[in-house]
């Protein structure tokens, strides 16, 4: 069955610090892969995707992830939080041959940022 | 104004009432969805539309109902709302394309209290 796993519920680290967030997945087709970032009280913003080519994507907001097909894994990096980067990351998996069209998402980590 | 806008952001009601949750996307994405998000579950897929008049169930469809007469709509109606619905409910529309996913643009939320 499709899933994806984002082991950690809550992350804390301090302001300056580098950041990764992990995220593992289960898909049998190609899979096209997200991070997705929640504010608090608002909708999900994209931070980036990856669908083919260059395993190390770069997003938005100082954001990359790398794909690593042999750990079925799509790790989510940052070098330097900010006190901004506050909010629930969530990592989901799509493709074709997905089922429903959809994209199925971890259950998210929530990111503190101490100052 | 272009995007995907839920209406309304906030909603009490009480339960065995009949309550809609309003989903307008100006993109002419083909694909619509339905989530729930709740602690500890992430989000799940309540119902989703590949096109016009084609809806099918998604994780969660117990207790919903929905339609989609024109592209741009995605009404979500709870026939007879119970406490166990109280929870935000995000639309989010996506063009599935015949390689696989595109990334899928979210509103804002409608959070849904059942008292």
Redesign the interface.
């Known amino acids: 069955a499709q899933s994806v796993t984002q082991p950690d519920i809550h992350i804390t680290v301090s302001e300056g610090a580098s950041l990764e967030l992990r995220c593992n997945y289960s898909y049998g087709a ?1 899979p ?1 892969l ?1 991070w ?1 970032v929640q504010s608090p ?6 931070l980036l ?1 990856y ?1 083919s080519g260059d395993t190390l994507v770069q997003g938005i907001k100082g954001f990359e992830a790398e794909f690593k097909r042999s750990q079925s894994s799509f790790n989510l990096r940052k070098p330097s939080v900010h006190w901004s980067d506050a909010a629930e990351y ?1 990592c ?1 998996v ?3 041959g ?1 089922s ?4 199925i ?4 980590t929530k990111l503190s940022v101490k100052p | 104004d272009a995007g995907i806008t839920q209406s309304p952001r906030y909603k009490i009601t009480e339960t065995g009432r009949q309550v809609t949750l309003m989903c307008h996307q100006t993109w002419s994405h083909s694909y619509m969805f339905w989530y729930r998000q709740d602690l500890g579950h992430g989000l799940r897929l309540i119902y989703y539309s590949a096109a016009a008049d084609i809806t099918d169930k998604g994780e969660v469809p117990d207790g919903y109902v929905v339609s989609r007469s024109k592209t741009e709509n995605f009404p979500l109606t709870l026939e007879s709302a119970t406490r166990s619905q109280t929870s935000v409910y995000f639309c989010a529309s996506s063009e599935h394309t015949g390689t696989g996913n595109t990334e899928a643009f979210f509103g804002q939320g409608t959070r849904l209290t059942v008292v």
């Open positions: 190609t096209y997200f997705y009280g608002q909708g999900l913003q994209l995707k669908f969530f989901a799509g493709g074709y997905g429903q069209g959809n994209l998402f971890g259950k998210g």
